[in-house]
């Protein structure tokens, strides 16, 4: 029975404690254990400020921890060459390389020079995908021989 009624004591104790370490005489916080030494309004403003911002960013980075799996659209322009389906790719992660296509017609030929995003080539080894993107095959075009003396198609 003694221990209890020492127990609670204690725990009353620490209780009166911890209340006058975060209240001042006005019921402000004080930001110090001792209650002897005073700061300015805009102190303490200051300082409940940042303890509120420190705060505020712990709940959101301790939110929920299931977060939704995002994934993206990778489209694929052959600029004429045959349709590509487009493909879901999980964010921050590389997109497979499709079959390379072919492009001809009766004046020229073309050489396929890659996939590009913008002005830049798409390197399927290390480029991640980060939102809804269309990557668009690039040519080279080349004409045809012709003879003039052969007899045209």
């Given at each position: 029975?003694?221990?209890?009624?020492?127990?609670?004591l204690?725990?009353?104790?620490?209780?009166?404690?911890?209340?006058?370490?975060?209240?001042?005489?006005?019921?402000?916080p004080?930001g110090?254990?001792?209650?002897?030494?005073t700061?300015?309004d805009?102190?303490?403003?200051?300082?409940?400020?940042s303890?509120?911002?420190?705060?505020?960013?712990?709940?959101t980075?301790?939110?929920s921890?299931?977060?939704k799996?995002?994934?993206?659209?990778?489209?694929?322009?052959t600029?004429?060459?045959?349709?590509?389906?487009?493909v879901q790719?999980?964010?921050?992660?590389?997109?497979?390389?499709?079959?390379s296509?072919?492009?001809t017609?009766?004046?020229?030929?073309?050489?396929?020079l890659g996939?590009?995003?913008?002005?830049?080539?798409?390197?399927f080894?290390?480029?991640?995908?980060?939102g809804?993107?269309?990557?668009?095959?690039?040519?080279?075009e080349e004409?045809?021989?012709s003879?003039?003396?052969?007899?045209?198609?």
């Amino acid at each position: 029975m003694k221990k209890k009624a020492l127990l609670a004591l204690l725990l009353a104790f620490i209780m009166v404690g911890a209340t006058a370490c975060y209240a001042n005489e006005d019921g402000q916080p004080s930001g110090s254990i001792s209650n002897t030494a005073t700061a300015t309004d805009s102190d303490t403003d200051s300082e409940s400020n940042s303890a509120t911002d420190s705060e505020d960013s712990s709940a959101t980075d301790s939110g929920s921890s299931e977060e939704k799996e995002v994934y993206y659209t990778v489209n694929f322009d052959t600029d004429g060459a045959g349709d590509i389906s487009p493909v879901q790719v999980l964010a921050g992660e590389l997109v497979s390389e499709p079959t390379s296509p072919n492009k001809t017609n009766t004046e020229c030929d073309y050489t396929f020079l890659g996939w590009y995003y913008g002005e830049e080539q798409w390197d399927f080894a290390n480029d991640v995908v980060t939102g809804d993107i269309t990557l668009v095959a690039h040519w080279k075009e080349e004409a045809k021989y012709s003879d003039p003396f052969l007899p045209k198609d």
